[in-house]
């Protein structure tokens, strides 16, 4: 049996190192490492090689891999907000992933310039995609996940409005009147399913509408804009686009002491950890995140493997959680 080698700091540590430490062929320990279920690898070689890598420090060089594959199995993550909880769930469960497959995700926030990510990744996954953003550049994979999609490029899209209409109902049904929406400035927000959900209950109900949009989706400023809201006109329920949004009315309803949701309703939208640990509970539109970011990674893989095959647009429904503020 060999025993390890002892490598001074200086001399870098090759794949054929690993290889001949582990007993194996220098591919499958490219195998092993780049994670490929069908090179069918028992378990007790990976843990062998994986043993060899740790113990000799071995560091992949991706530059190399880059060259000789011609993928780097780096994908970019791009979202608008870093901030906002469904963006930041997205990008978490995704890094997830890309771990398990042996890839590595570039997080970047790119004002409609996905030039600025170069050529160092094999393609993107954009989080929030806007109809009037431009056309993606033909730089590699992508893939959109989110509200909106272009057309011809694949696609995993959150559909709000099933789960929109169910809160409708409900509020319309316990007799709130004077329902309002609250939304981060955006040119086309009314072309968001859960606003579109708002406007048609409302309006078969012959109710009025009342649409309040402030200058960033996030809750410092649905704080301050349903704090100024309040101070002269008022209001038994609320729908907000985002959870973000919601936990900032709440706090201007609870410090004007009003009661939740007794006089005053509210539903959020995300289902992200944060709206269950709200006093009350916030009612929200839970997103399917764990199936969408495998879906949207999924997507990704196989355009990877058959860039000529047609776009495919996937839809993940979003579903009504009525808790504590409904």
Not at 185 to 192: E, G, M, N, Q, R
Not at 237 to 243: F, G, L, S, T, V
Not at 273 to 286: G, I, K, M, R
Request: hydrophobic residues 40%; negative net charge.
């Amino acid at each position: 049996m060999e025993t390890a080698e002892t490598y001074s700091p200086s001399k870098r540590v090759r794949l054929s190192d690993v290889a001949r430490q582990a007993g194996v062929h220098p591919a499958t320990v490219s195998h092993v490492l780049a994670n490929r279920a069908e090179a069918r690898i028992s378990a007790e070689t990976r843990s062998r090689i994986l043993a060899a890598v740790h113990s000799l420090g071995y560091v992949p060089n991706f530059a190399a891999r880059t060259l000789a594959t011609g993928r780097s199995n780096v994908v970019a993550v791009l979202t608008f907000d870093f901030q906002n909880s469904f963006s930041v769930e997205i990008t978490r469960q995704l890094h997830e992933l890309a771990g398990k497959a042996g890839s590595t995700v570039l997080s970047c926030m790119v004002d409609r310039d996905l030039g600025a990510v170069g050529a160092q990744v094999d393609g993107v996954i954009a989080l929030d995609y806007s109809p009037e953003m431009a056309p993606p550049p033909k730089q590699g994979v992508y893939v959109s996940l989110g509200v909106y999609g272009p057309e011809d490029q694949d696609c995993c899209l959150i559909d709000f409005k099933p789960a929109a209409e169910e809160a409708m109902k409900l509020l319309i049904q316990q007799g709130r009147r004077k329902i309002l929406y609250v939304t981060g400035v955006d040119p086309i927000h009314h072309t968001d399913p859960r606003e579109s959900a708002y406007l048609e209950a409302l309006a078969t109900a012959g109710l009025p509408t009342q649409i309040l949009e402030v200058p960033v989706g996030n809750r410092t400023c649905a704080y301050e804009g349903l704090s100024h809201f309040l101070s002269h006109q008022s209001v038994d329920a609320i729908i907000c686009r985002n959870d973000a949004l919601a936990l900032g009315c709440l706090r201007a309803l609870l410090e004007r002491g009003v009661d939740v949701p007794g006089t005053t309703a509210i539903v959020g939208s995300d289902g992200t950890e944060d709206s269950q640990f709200t006093f009350p509970a916030l009612s929200t539109l839970v997103v399917p995140f764990s199936a969408a970011c495998e879906g949207a990674w999924n997507l990704f893989q196989t355009r990877l493997e058959d860039p000529a095959q047609p776009p495919r647009r996937l839809s993940y429904p979003a579903t009504f959680a009525p808790r504590g503020t409904t």
